[in-house]
């Protein structure tokens, strides 16, 4: 394969990430499909295990009976308190997806949610070191001595040797600073950072569920329909036209310090924009049954928020019905993670 169709086909694998949301998204998001074969896990001998996909929330029949409220933690019970860091977010029924959405976000399926506590922001590189510095943990990036690195100048991905959580751009373009999110981990690597710290990753439904203010708010943000409210900018995203321009009108031309934008109902925030979020589901269809599900090297796991490589005309990932995959083993520049713990 020449050099230019590699190039190629890595940005339409990485890229999944901030497809467009014109006529051409499904065009690109199909094409990936034969990408494939350049996913990490060809580069690894130990290919994901064949286990079940985990955790679901139960559907709920349009006819069923709803459960009791009791049984959701619609409320936080008298005396249990709130972990530092975490706010609780209120049990209910929320339809996951969004009828105008784009086709992954269909069918549109009420889910019972069951209360729990959510970190108000992703994950800093200041915790993450800690983490690390704890634990000597190795992060698959480092491992494989590369991360994945969109050039802002030629439109493409890459993957940039040096590159990994403390050094996201690789060495030569400075350390994260310690109040951003921490990124170019992996799934795996947000896993392990999660059960270091007694919580574990949210699902799928539970992201949104806490992004629709664990109300079912049907607003296209957790605040409500516009990204720029009272001259504000809710959250870091991309200004101008991706890939090529950004006017940067929101001030950051990559991360941006945690809690800085857009603070929900619920007191999240960074829920849109700055970094994808890991969440623990792997990305399928909506409608299908995941129990059953058998990962492949090529699956992919659930992202959710979008970041600052976003824009409306080519990725509108930072709506609350927003999502996008990648392998567990990528570790990418946009995509981070914040954590979630059941109320015991
Ligand atoms: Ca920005």
Known sequence: ???ISVVYMLLLAVCWACQPTSESASHVVSASDESLDLSRTHAVKNTPARMPSGHHEPEVAATGKPPATEDLLTTLPEGVAVPEGMVFVPGGITAVGAEDGLAREQPVIARQIRGFFMDITPVTVAQF???VQATGYVTQAEKYGDAAVFNMETGEW???KGAYWEFPRGPENGPAPP????????Y??????CKWAGKRLPTEAEWEHA???GSNSRSKYSWGEEIFQNGVFKANFWQGHFPLENTLEDGFEFTSPVGAFGETPLGLKDMSGNVWEWCS???LPYGNDPSHFIPKPESEKVMRGGSFMCDPSYCWGYRVSGRSGTTP?????HVGFRCVKDVE
């Open 1 to 3: 394969m020449k050099p």
């Open 188 to 193: 795996n690597d947000a896993l392990a950072y």
């Open 211 to 213: 992004a629709r203010n």
């Open 281 to 283: 589901d792997w990305y």
């Open 329 to 333: 083993e990528t570790g990418l520049f």
């Open 179 to 186: 109040d951003h999110p921490v990124t170019q981990v992996s």
């Open 158 to 160: 890459y993957l940039h």
């Open 129 to 131: 070191r800690e983490f």
